[in-house]
């Protein structure tokens, strides 16, 4: 998933008094952050395979150490003790960001092909495939963005044109970056995918950007 990843940090900030939308979506997306960085090194691998889902033509090979259950239950157990070490908040908020941070895998296991592997070593794979739909997937993820969308935003307000003007922002740009993934041809590269996936360490610094601006209604 693109857009369901966002859905649940968005959905996660209503419930988390405190917790800044940026380090939500950092949590949500910390798989496919620390992806690019591995497949550079060549610890991890894929292939671009037109027409291997209706969705994306990338070929997950081996992707253990960030998207497997067991990893993502790590990083999210460590990502959390480092949130309530740094942040404090509370267990529940320390809690609630390791969640986001598994959620990861939840909605990739949804999504994908059977390509989710369950633990680092050789392991089962899963995956029960909405990618093999391309109109399933738009009205899922479209569905699950609208109405986190709509959770973030009855309970928050902006402070400044910035607060109301950045978030629309944010949401028209994942929102074309969406589709032209859904409509645009293959990448020309892996190399071109894995580095260009660092471009939403961005998205992260938007996203707490857009919190500055905005209070808790």
Same mark, same amino acid.
């Given at each position: 998933?693109?857009?369901?990843?966002?859905?649940?940090?968005?959905?996660?900030?209503?419930?988390?008094?405190?917790?800044?939308?940026?380090?939500?979506?950092?949590?949500?997306?910390?798989?496919?952050?620390?992806?690019?960085?591995?497949?550079?090194?060549?610890?991890?691998?894929?292939?671009?395979?037109?027409?291997?889902?209706?969705?994306? +033509?990338?070929?997950?090979?081996?992707?253990?150490?960030?998207?497997?259950?067991?990893?993502?239950?790590?990083?999210?157990?460590?990502?959390?003790?480092?949130?309530?070490?740094?942040?404090?908040?509370?267990?529940?908020?320390?809690?609630?960001?390791?969640? #986001?941070?598994?959620?990861?895998?939840?909605?990739?296991?949804?999504?994908?092909? +059977?390509?989710?592997?369950?633990?680092?070593?050789?392991?089962?794979?899963?995956?029960?495939?909405?990618?093999?739909?391309?109109?399933?997937?738009?009205?899922?993820?479209?569905?699950?963005?609208?109405?986190?969308?709509? &959770?973030?935003?009855?309970?928050?307000?902006?402070?400044?044109?910035?607060?109301?003007?950045?978030?629309?922002?944010?949401?028209?740009?994942?929102?074309?970056?969406?589709?032209?993934?859904?409509?645009?041809?293959?990448? +020309?590269?892996?190399?071109? #995918?894995?580095?260009?996936?660092?471009?939403?360490? &961005?998205?992260?610094?938007?996203?707490?950007?857009?919190?500055?601006?905005?209070?808790?209604?």
């Amino acid at each position: 998933m693109f857009l369901g990843h966002f859905a649940v940090a968005f959905a996660a900030r209503r419930c988390a008094r405190g917790v800044s939308l940026g380090t939500l979506f950092l949590a949500a997306q910390l798989a496919d952050l620390v992806w690019p960085v591995l497949v550079l090194a060549g610890v991890e691998r894929f292939a671009i395979s037109p027409g291997i889902t209706a969705v994306t +033509p990338l070929d997950f090979v081996h992707y253990p150490w960030s998207h497997s259950l067991v990893a993502l239950c790590a990083w999210g157990a460590g990502f959390g003790a480092l949130y309530w070490a740094l942040r404090g908040g509370g267990m529940r908020a320390a809690a609630l960001v390791a969640g #986001v941070v598994v959620s990861h895998w939840i909605l990739d296991a949804i999504s994908h092909r +059977p390509d989710m592997p369950l633990a680092i070593w050789e392991s089962p794979k899963v995956g029960l495939g909405l990618w093999n739909s391309a109109a399933a997937t738009l009205a899922i993820e479209a569905l699950m963005f609208a109405a986190a969308l709509a &959770l973030y935003v009855r309970g928050s307000r902006p402070v400044d044109r910035t607060g109301r003007w950045a978030l629309w922002a944010l949401v028209a740009f994942l929102s074309i970056v969406y589709v032209a993934n859904l409509a645009g041809p293959p990448p +020309p590269s892996v190399a071109a #995918v894995a580095w260009s996936a660092n471009a939403l360490w &961005l998205v992260v610094a938007w996203a707490y950007w857009i919190d500055r601006h905005r209070e808790q209604a």
